[in-house]
Structures are given as C-alpha cells and as structure tokens.
C-alpha cells in the first residue's frame, strides 16, 4: 500500500483531487459510512477494553492485552449471581408476557367486547411513559402491597408489565393480516376449536410469538431504570453495572457486554443473511 | 398527594403542598431535562435523516444489514454502551487531546462533566429511535413521486422539500417522540457523563426515592414530568398536525 502511494508521489495531487470528486459525489454516502462508526466507536471500545489489563481498578486508560478477564469472567464477586438473576428473570417474565400478550393480542383483534378501547390505550401507556415514571409508580404501588417483599417477585411483576406491552404489539401486527378463511377450512373438516388453534392458528402466529419473546428477552435483560427502582436488595446485571460504576466497574463487565452483544448480533446477522438469501433465489 | 416521613409512616391527606415544593425547589432540572431532550431530539434529528434516506433509497439489497448496524447499539447492555463514552470522553482520552489541539475545548479543559457531554450522550442512546421511523416513513415514498416533481421543473432541493420531506413527517414526528419522551426522564447519561450541576429531573426523582426516601416529594414530581411530557406531545401533535393541514392546502 505504502510502496504504491511512494511510487505515485508526484501524482498526488491528483489523487487528493480525485478522492475530493469522489467524496463530493458520494456526499452522502461519505456521511452515512462516517455515521455508521460513529454508532459502532462505543461498541468498538466495549470490546476493546474487555481485553485491557488496567493496573489498577479503574478500566478507563489502554495499559495492556490481556485473556485473562475472560478467562476469569465470574472473578468480581457478586457479578456471576447477577447474571444469572438477570437470565432467570428475563427467562420466566418474557414466557409469562408473551403467553399474555398472544391472548391479549388475539382478544383485540377478534372480538369487540366493552372495554377494547380502554385496553388498547392500557397496553399502549406503559410504551410511551419515561421508565422513570413507571419504575417510581410500581415502586410507590409495592411500597403499599406490604406482603410482597422486595427483591425477585417485585422485579418480576414489573418486568412482565412493560413486556406485556411490547409482546401485544408484535403478536397483533401479524394477526392483523391473517386469513381467517384458513381457520373456517379447519372447522369445516371438522376440527373443533382446540384443534384449529392448535394446528392452524398457533403455527401461524409462531414466528409473531417467537418474535415477541426474543424481543421481551432482551429489553428484560437490559432494563436497568424499572429495575432499579423495584429491586430492593436484589442485584441483576444491570444493577451490577451500575453499583461498580461509581466505585469503577472491572473489565469483566465489558467481558459480559462483549459476550451479550456477539450471542444478540451474530443471531441477528444469521436471519439477516438467510433473508437475503432468499430474497436472492426468489 | 402523601405526607409524613419514614418514621412515622406515610397518610394520605391531599397534600397539594407537595407540588408547589416540587416545582419552587426543582424547576431548574425540570428546564434542563426538557432543554436537554430537546437539544438531543433535534440533533438527533438532523444527523440521523440523510442515513434514513440513504438506506431508503440507494441501500437496495443491503438495506437489512445496514438497518442492522443501526440497532447495534442496542446489542449492547444501556449501561455499559454509556460507560464506553465515559471511557471515550475521559480526561486523558484522545477526543479531548484532539480537541485541545484544535484549541475547542480549552487546554486544562474537559468534555466529562459538562452539559455538552450528557446531551452527547443522550444524543447517541436514542439515536436508532429516530432513525427506525425515519426510515420506515421514507422507504414506503414512491420514488416516482420525487421524479414526477423533477420532471416537472422542481430542483433537487425543491422536490425534497415539497415532495419527499412532507411525505416523510409521520416518521418525523414518531422519531421525535420516541427520542424525546426517554430523552426527558433520562438519568443514566446525566449521573455518568454530568456532573451536578447537570442533573435532570430523572436525578432527583431517582434519588428522592432510593436515596432519601422521600417518596411524596418525588412522586409529585414523577407525576408533574409525566404531566408535562403529556402536554408536550398535545401541543406538538397540534402544531404538527396543523401544519400538516396547511401543507396540504397548499
């Protein structure tokens, strides 16, 4: 590369003048590929820094290569029971969500009953209030409701609450375009409506459900504000993060992040890819 | 509407007071919340719309892959992405060297700790709640459109701004109030790239609640910032929707 651009030296100014012409066409181009690593530099340095050997315990300056907090991921007390407070919760409250929020989902679409409005504008509130406000009112509603401890349940309940929301609105983007004409064919070849719901109806809202339930698992695992408020004593990841930030988190926490970010896009990527395969042989 | 303390317990008594406290004691952070988000929605704004539109319309195929770079971030738990600009603005970091040199940031100056940093912050967390919809409402234009408005006689620039910008709003205004409404509650970006003297209302609340228990003070004001948000999204959907209904009797 270098030997090239010596070679070229007395062309150079035509070279700066042809990358001139081409970034003055390609103006946008130019920006969006600028925009891109801007929205990649943190997660560049997440990455980074889960490899950084700091002296001390503050991970903020580059002072070496190391495996070694990845090889000793669980090393900072308390951080491996955070995780998996963190999956255990994300795990059972994006089921219970997303179980409610197909039937909840199916209920709006199907049937006028006396309060469609009212639920419809319930499950929307939740999605448009700032975190704060709903993590300060569920703190305030359990601070009342004495019998349920702090910790595990509460964090819980609150999860399944603004899961609830986001499961309702996935499942009925895709009930919305769905034929009903195929359940009707089932009842006519004398299946009841167990059955049709089991093998017509279900299979066919399965990408819509199973769609839910990844995005519930993420946005669980990641809430920080609501849990924050409703967790008592209990520590989930995030509320790890933000304990050791004050005192300066250890490299392990960017080990996690790492490891979260590569699990979440590499399965992204592959449905990504596989789509536009398809898109390619269609 | 509760007063008492903690160790008396707490009885409800219509307390009106509380209110009027909330808002004498802590109207400063309720400006800067609203000015912050608001600074970081218009920012956002601007710089997220002509990737919207690129994606929109020259991304072809690779449209999925590029939307994909674009939630990114969100792979990456809130926490640790904000920390990561901690680590990037640091003192010592490279973006305040370099900014030292161009002599934009004075010599003994720092990023970390300023206002400029907790909108960059906020700026960069809801930045794929802008761009989402933005892109959403420009790739459903029929670029037949922009080409009929050029065939007859509009510039480049006027066909954008009569045709393809107008068609756009719905994502405008969704982006705007995705960005906006966690922008203005927002606390995390405040605590770890401000210092006090940039705390928002999501602060106080925080620590009226978790750290001195003052549980009527900091519900009143929840409920004022809530009520606020609400008032702003009634007067932006009149304003926006006016406009709209001008734009079209033109």
Redo the contacts between chains.
């Keep these: 590369m270098s030997a090239v651009a010596a070679e070229r030296a007395p062309a150079k100014r035509s070279v700066a003048a042809s990358i001139w012409r081409f970034v003055r066409r390609h103006v946008?181009?130019v920006?969006?590929l600028l925009?891109?690593i801007?929205?990649?530099?943190?997660?560049a340095?997440?990455v980074l820094?889960s490899f950084n050997n700091p002296p001390g315990k503050f991970?903020?300056?580059w002072s070496g290569f190391t495996w070694n907090n990845w090889r000793y991921w669980n090393g900072p007390p308390g951080i491996q029971s955070a995780i998996f407070l963190s999956l255990q919760i994300a795990l059972i409250a994006s089921l219970v969500a997303t179980a409610l929020g197909a039937m909840i989902a199916l209920a709006l679409v199907r049937y006028r009953f006396r309060f469609r409005a009212a639920t419809n504008i319930l499950i929307f509130l939740p999605l448009?209030?700032?975190?704060?406000?709903l993590g300060?009112?569920l703190?305030?509603l359990f601070?009342n409701f004495t019998f349920v401890p702090f910790g595990r349940v509460t964090i819980l309940i609150a999860h399944v609450m603004f899961c609830v929301s986001f499961a309702v609105v996935t499942v009925k983007a895709r009930l919305i375009g769905f034929d009903r004409h195929l359940e009707e064919a089932a009842m006519d070849l004398g299946a009841n409506e167990l059955k049709t719901f089991q093998k017509v109806t279900l299979p066919l809202i399965m990408p819509a459900v199973l769609a839910a339930f990844l995005l519930c698992f993420?946005i669980s695992?990641?809430d920080?504000?609501v849990t924050?408020?409703v967790a008592g004593s209990s520590v989930t990841?995030?509320v790890y993060?933000?304990g050791a930030?004050r005192v300066g988190?250890p490299a392990q926490?960017?080990v996690i992040?790492t490891a979260?970010?590569l699990i979440?896009?590499s399965g992204?990527?592959a449905n990504?890819?596989i789509?536009?395969r398809r898109?390619?042989h269609a | 509407m509760q007063s008492g303390n903690i160790d008396f317990g707490y009885a409800f008594t219509w307390a009106w007071g509380n209110y009027w406290t909330a808002i004498r004691d802590y109207r400063p952070q309720f400006i800067r919340s609203i000015e912050y988000a608001g600074i970081a929605t218009v920012i956002a704004l601007v710089v997220s719309y002509p990737v919207a539109y690129w994606i929109a319309f020259r991304g072809g195929r690779w449209k999925n892959l590029l939307l994909l770079v674009i939630i990114a971030p969100f792979f990456v738990t809130y926490l640790i992405r904000t920390l990561a600009w901690e680590t990037i603005l640091a003192d010592h970091g490279f973006v305040v060297h370099t900014l030292q040199n161009l002599h934009l940031v004075s010599s003994g100056g720092r990023l970390l700790a300023t206002g400029t940093a907790v909108v960059a912050g906020i700026t960069y967390n809801f930045l794929p709640f802008m761009a989402l919809p933005l892109y959403v409402s420009l790739e459903q234009i029929d670029p037949r459109l922009i080409e009929a408005a050029e065939d007859l006689y509009a510039n480049k620039i006027r066909a954008f701004l009569r045709v393809t910008f107008p068609l756009s709003l719905p994502g405008v205004v969704a982006g705007t109030l995705l960005t906006f409404i966690p922008a203005a509650g927002d606390f995390i970006n405040a605590q770890l790239l401000g210092g006090p003297q940039n705390h928002m209302i999501g602060n106080v609340i925080q620590s009226k609640f978790l750290e001195l228990s003052d549980y009527p003070a900091a519900a009143s004001m929840s409920f004022i910032l809530m009520g606020a948000i609400l008032a702003f999204v009634a007067i932006y959907a009149l304003v926006v929707g006016t406009e709209q209904l001008t734009g079209t009797a033109l």
């Design positions: 946008l181009t920006y969006s925009f891109f801007y929205l990649l530099l943190p997660i340095v997440v820094f991970n903020y300056t448009s209030t700032p975190e704060i406000v300060a009112s703190l305030t601070l993420a695992v990641d920080f504000v924050y408020f990841f995030p993060v933000w930030a988190a926490v960017n992040g979260i970010f979440a896009i992204a990527l990504v890819l789509q536009m898109e390619k």
